[in-house]
């Protein structure tokens, strides 16, 4: 779209980028509340840096509202529950909102129990994972995030894409240091680095892919119409991959492995992914400034090991985030192309093209 | 030493190991009840063929023993408890007897709280990390069991050892398939996996270790001197050694990082690992049959996956050990020369030869 163009390199403030997501979604038949939800775990993800899982996914969030794979006008239920666990049939509403209610009621539990589970089932893609984790992380907690999403990625042994490429969160509170934050896939690579590799005519490290026989190749050209990313550190990476589909799919009562849908797809049919969180209260086991200050002492312990050469700097998971969230939060967020190609596309189809050029600030 | 190569080749019954194991122990001082706990997860790990974990290591265990890195005739302690977590003070007892109370305790509390956390703090090595996994899965339930270990492997940026290669172990209940298991470190490889190729003077592949100037290297010659293991995955692995090391250390109360002693080496330091142990009961969300048919539906559906050209089976983690337990009952377990030196170590100083020999079965 050649009007995003325009405005690469300008930044937005992520406060007006939400309102205007809201907006979006308002239109498109969302209550306030779930709209706000929604925007909120996207604009943060852009915050992050995280692009290709915030405002971006704006477009086939709300296609899905649109092919009747998300229900714009429900709420998410629990369904069953218990001193430390909670289960939810996200009734195919926005999966945001499930997420959020599913990580609140984890922290709600544990403060008690010391630990707690929550399960969704009937959920789509639910954006970044890291989000639901950092949501324990001001309440002196520990929060984990896990999803299983459709398959596209094969298993030692395996020719064909088998599992998803299941992601996994978590985030730890520290004191004067930053939180402990990762969120990652358990594929070796995002597919978007494949891609990437394959539009600049590159050759790949041999472990990102498999061929159409399961060999691993350096050969882009197939991908994806052929072969298979693989998992992160071979079985051991299948192995996690699994314990993610087990705990957010087969225990949740959501469908696993083939029996998800392709949110991104045209295909009606809704994606019933699975999610599981996990908030464990760090003051059941020391007063919380104890254990941040333990927290702080083993980040630092790492950020002074001695460096490798040529490198001036250890990262700690989170670190790149904060900076880029620090950054966003006192200049706006720069977007790339792709995310203002569909907020531009969003703007277009709801008549809002006036409000995003007007927040989109150029240097 | 030469009488154990007589042996290579012979076969054990496990009840037969476990009860030379247990004599061992009992001489060294330990009450009956902590050295049958400790055999029956050293033996539990030979008939899985983790040989690396198994009876090889009752050598260094009494070693700390003797030096007074642990204590023979103490019990491990509940220092406080909730609905859905139990902290452990192991007093440096046999590690084995501590996490057995700790996975125990978080098994009893799953059933009412959903999940539960227990925590081990003053202890040292706790075997494989699988076996109290597996505890939880007569029960239901699904196990995970982490610990912290000492400092050596790097982080990406760093050029020396600066955390442990610290392992992760998970099993699940399924009903007609076998329980789904892994139990694995968070490094690239094993460290005996350098070493062997150190010995056979081979190269290795680049993601394996970095030299002193932290550089990926194919080169051995330096390792152990100088040099570290790398974590699977890159940056990924590093984030997942971290989350356990704050599990296991930081949230428990144990050392963490260079804090932890090497419990390999003379000193007489108690090596204070700490140990984190989750139960999390199936029956709180759906019937427990119903959990083992999902399960054996995905596994099933794993199995019958598209093959790699050349393979003709994909297995689940955990089906090889499972093949080599069962023959290990069957038909006794065939102990590698590494594990019959070590015993036969043992049985010299504790004298106890004679019944040695008599339950090594050569064909």
């Known amino acids: 779209m050649e009007q995003a163009q325009q405005y690469v390199g300008s930044r937005v403030n992520p406060d007006d980028l939400k ?33 290709t899982h915030g405002t971006r996914q704006l477009v086939p969030l709300l296609n899905n509202v649109k ?5 714009a006008g429900v709420e998410p239920e629990i369904v069953s529950e218990g001193p430390g666990w909670t289960l939810i049939d996200g009734h195919y509403a926005m999966p945001m909102v499930s997420s959020q209610l599913a990580m609140r009621s984890a922290i709600d539990k544990a403060r008690s129990s010391g630990i707690a589970y929550s399960g969704v089932r009937h959920s789509s893609h639910y954006g970044a994972a890291g989000y639901y984790a950092l949501m324990a992380v001001e309440h002196n907690m520990i929060g984990l995030s896990f999803s299983n999403v459709d398959v596209c990625m094969t298993v030692p042994g395996a020719r064909a894409p088998v599992m998803g490429t299941n ?48 060999r691993p190749t350096t050969d882009t050209s197939a991908y994806p119409a052929r072969g298979a990313i693989q998992p992160m550190a071979g079985h051991k990476g299948y192995g996690i991959a699994l314990l993610i589909e087990i705990l957010s799919g087969v225990l949740t009562g959501a469908s696993f492995l083939s029996g998800i849908g392709r949110w ?27 254990f941040k200050a333990r927290m702080d002492s083993m980040i630092r312990e790492i950020k002074n090991a001695p460096k490798a050469k040529g490198v001036d700097r250890i990262y700690l998971p989170g670190e790149m985030e904060w900076e880029r969230s620090e950054e966003a939060h006192r200049s706006g967020i720069e977007l790339p192309d792709f995310v203002l190609t569909n907020l531009f596309k969003v703007a277009e189809e709801n008549d809002l093209l006036e409000n995003l050029i007007s927040i989109l600030k150029k240097e």
Chains 1, 2 share one sequence.
């Open 19 to 51: 309102l205007f997501c809201m907006r979006a979604m308002e239109q498109a038949g969302l209550s306030r509340r779930h709209a706000e939800q929604t925007a909120e775990v996207l604009v943060t993800t852009d915050t992050w840096g995280t692009f």
């Open 67 to 71: 092919k009747g794979a998300l229900n």
């Open 167 to 214: 992601p996994l969160a978590y985030a730890v509170p520290a004191g004067e240091e930053r939180p402990v934050f990762m969120d990652i896939a358990t594929s070796v690579v995002a597919i978007s680095k494949v891609i990437a590799a394959k539009t600049a005519g590159k050759p790949i490290p041999d472990n990102w892919l498999v061929d159409e026989e399961g």
């Open 264 to 290: 991104l797809e045209e295909e009606p049919k809704p994606a019933d992914e699975g999610h599981a969180f996990i908030a464990m209260s760090v003051e059941s086991f020391m007063e919380a400034d104890q």
